[in-house]
Nanobody, 121 residues
Framework: QVQLVESGGGLVQAGGSLRLSCVSS????????MGWYRQAPGKEREWVAI???????KYTDSVQGRFTVSRDNAKNTVDLQMNRLKPEDSAVYYC???????????????WGQGTQVTVSS
């Protein structure tokens, strides 16, 4: 079983920055994709940013140009740099990984426990 642990959430004023970090208990070299989702109160969980094992990145439209996702396979981490934050970015942010398991030759989805980001206006 893979564990993902997030850190770096908190309270910030609109226009400010935060950096989220997620560390995996297992090597991420077998991770097809890693990234971040978020869920605001009363809303469904939504995809925010993804980075593939080839380093390709994708962002949801609302964060394009403000957020940057990166991964470090040597440290087993995936980070999310969030700049020019807006109140509507407030949510619980979840780390995500899609990894191949050689034990059963299948892909598995893993999630962190979430970290709260609150942006005040």
């Amino acid at each position: 079983q893979v564990q993902l642990v997030e850190s770096g959430g908190g309270l910030v004023q609109a226009g400010g920055s935060l950096r989220l970090s997620c560390v995996s208990s297992k090597s991420v070299t077998s991770a097809i994709a890693m990234g971040w989702y978020r869920q605001a109160p009363g809303k469904e969980r939504e995809w925010v940013a993804i980075i593939t094992n080839g380093g390709n990145t994708k962002y949801t439209d609302s964060v394009q140009g403000r957020f940057t996702v990166s991964r470090d396979n040597a440290k087993n981490t995936v980070d999310l740099q969030m700049n020019r934050l807006k109140p509507e970015d407030s949510a619980v942010y979840y780390c995500y990984s899609n990894m191949f398991s050689y034990s059963d030759d299948r892909l598995h989805d893993y999630w962190g426990q979430g970290t709260q980001v609150t942006v005040s206006s």
